[in-house]
Every structure is written in structure tokens, then in C-alpha cells.
């Protein structure tokens, strides 16, 4: 799977939008950008995935690069409670398609 | 749904001592997974189950055994266990485009 690469922590203020970055420029053709974050120490929670269109659900936004060597994910008004690690995934096709390669992730602190 | 749950919250143990951990989902998927995380680190996978009846090994396999019992269980079993092993353990489901993790056991081995 490709490595991604992620900002070790970024700050946001509370209302306005987080913009989270991340490098994968050894995507290949048909895996997917998956984010998750988790929350102090509780499980991992899915946010959003993509493969080569933007994508928006409830949650968050993605913004994948035409050439998918990189994505941003975007929460339109962060909130408090959006305090926590995001991490952005490759994942494989064929056999690998469940097993998730986690780096250390983006520390997200949204402020009052 | 209860989703993933995992037993017990808690654990510690003494070096040498074996325990098994126990996962269950209710969500009727095919694969399951273990993962371990370290302090300040992220996830990785220890062993997987692509379906029942089948295992893998993952990235940090070695000290660890795994049982995948029927399509529900997935059993992650230290048979002697080192201070290494001590972390925080994660049982996961997979559908298809999202893998559902459990709460999470913490493991300490003095």
C-alpha cells in the first residue's frame, strides 16, 4: 500500500474550517484515500473515503487531487468535540482490501 | 447492533502469564482484525481473518496466536506474555468500504 505522509498537528479555531492535508504520491490506480480519526484513546472511527472524485457525506468533505497524489479533508465547522488524531489511509485492492496501514496521523486541536 | 465488543476492558498481567482476548461483532461481516497501539503511535495490525475458517498474519504478528471461532468471534490469545505486549488492543469488522473498531482492550504486562 502507498505511505501517506501528514502535518503532526495542526490547530483550528472552533466554527471555522479544518483543512487537514495529506501526501500519498505513490497512489496506485485503484486504491482508495481513507480517513479516520480517533478520539483520546476510544477506537477509530471512519470519517470519509474516496477513490478520484470529491467526496461529502454528514461528516467531512474530500478533495482529491486530479493527478491523486495528494487529498484534504475538510470539516466545514469544526467543533470542540473534533479534537482529536486524523489519520489518512491508503488501501489496497484484491486481498489487502480490509488491512488498514495506520501511521501516526494529524493531532487536530480545535480552540475556543 | 451492538457492533464490536471486546473483552475485558482491562487486563494485567505478569510476565509469562497467557491470556486470551475476546472480540465479537453482530454486524454479519465476512473479515475481522487485530490491531495493537503503542503510546503515541498508530494502529498496527496484528492479525487478520479475511473469513471464517482463514487467518493471516499482519505487520507484528510474533508472540501472538488468533482463533477465529464462527463468523462473530475472532480470539486474540498471548501464550506467555512479554512487557512488549503491553498496549492498547483493537478488534475491528470490515464491510465494505468501512472497518468498524471496538473499544478497545488495555493490556499491561509488569
Known amino acids: 500500500d502507498a505511505k501517506t505522509t501528514q502535518p503532526t498537528s495542526m490547530d483550528c479555531a472552533e466554527g471555522r474550517a479544518a483543512n487537514l492535508p495529506c501526501n500519498h504520491s505513490t497512489i496506485s490506480g485503484n486504491e482508495y484515500v481513507y480517513w479516520y480519526r480517533q478520539i483520546h484513546s476510544q477506537g477509530p472511527q471512519y470519517i470519509i473515503h474516496?477513490?478520484?472524485n470529491n467526496e461529502t457525506n454528514e461528516m467531512a468533505s474530500l478533495i482529491i487531487t486530479e493527478d491523486r497524489k495528494s487529498s484534504t479533508l475538510i470539516l466545514p465547522h469544526a467543533t470542540l468535540r473534533d479534537t482529536a488524531v486524523y489519520y489518512c489511509?491508503?488501501?489496497?485492492?484484491?486481498?489487502?482490501?480490509?488491512?488498514?496501514?495506520f501511521g501516526q496521523g494529524t493531532i487536530l486541536t480545535v480552540h475556543p | 447492533n451492538a457492533g464490536v465488543t471486546q473483552t475485558p476492558k482491562f487486563q494485567v498481567l505478569k510476565t509469562g502469564q497467557s491470556m486470551t482476548l475476546q472480540c465479537a461483532q453482530d454486524m454479519n461481516h465476512n473479515s475481522m482484525y487485530w490491531y495493537r497501539q503503542d503510546p503515541g503511535m498508530g494502529l498496527r495490525l496484528i492479525y487478520y481473518?479475511?473469513?471464517?475458517?482463514?487467518?493471516d498474519k499482519g505487520e507484528v504478528p510474533n508472540g501472538y496466536n488468533v482463533s477465529r471461532l464462527n463468523k462473530r468471534e475472532f480470539s486474540l490469545r498471548l501464550e506467555s506474555a512479554a512487557p512488549s505486549q503491553t498496549s492498547v488492543y483493537f478488534c475491528a469488522s470490515w464491510d465494505t468500504y468501512e472497518q468498524y473498531f471496538g473499544p478497545g482492550t488495555r493490556l499491561t504486562v509488569t
Open positions: 481473518s479475511a473469513s471464517e475458517g482463514t487467518t
Open positions: 474516496g477513490l478520484k
Open positions: 489511509i491508503v488501501r489496497g485492492g484484491g486481498t489487502s482490501y480490509g488491512k488498514l496501514t
